[in-house]
Each structure stands twice: as structure tokens, then as C-alpha cells.
């Protein structure tokens, strides 16, 4: 995922920053000739909640590790 155009640590808000994830995600699933499952999710605390978050919208991940974060139940 070529960062050169932006700065990929400067993200203003959850929505943007699932965006973001999505976008690599789609990067690299090219690259593997459409082939999700070798793709693994993980995050840490809000990152975990967004792994959970957009690793259950693709349901062909080969996995998603979530360190110390959750899903509300709203």
C-alpha cells in the first residue's frame, strides 16, 4: 500500500479511518488475486473494535485478532 500522497497516521475520525483499512484491504487483496483469506485483521483497544467491526463485513478474512477491545451491544 503506497503511502507517498498521504499521511497515513494522521486520521480524524473512526469513519475515515475504516476508510482507510478498507482501502488497504482491497490493495492487498489484489495482490493475492482476490484471495481474503490471507488476510488477518488485529488492532489494540479501538483498533481491536475496528477489526471486529470490518473483519465481520468480510466474511473471507482468514482470521481477526482483537487484543483488549469490544463490541457494544448497540
Known sequence: Y???????FKISNYEEG??????????ESELLNNDNSKI????????GL???HIG????????IINCSGYMCSN
Do not use: A, H, N, P
Request: aromatic content about 8%; proline content about 0%; cysteine-free.
Open 50 to 52: 475496528m477489526s471486529l
Open 2 to 8: 503506497k503511502t507517498e500522497d498521504r499521511d497515513i
Open 40 to 47: 488477518v485483521l488485529g488492532g489494540f483497544s479501538q483498533g
Open 56 to 63: 465481520f463485513s468480510i466474511l473471507d478474512l482468514g482470521g
Open 18 to 27: 475504516v476508510k482507510r483499512i478498507l482501502e488497504v484491504i482491497k490493495y
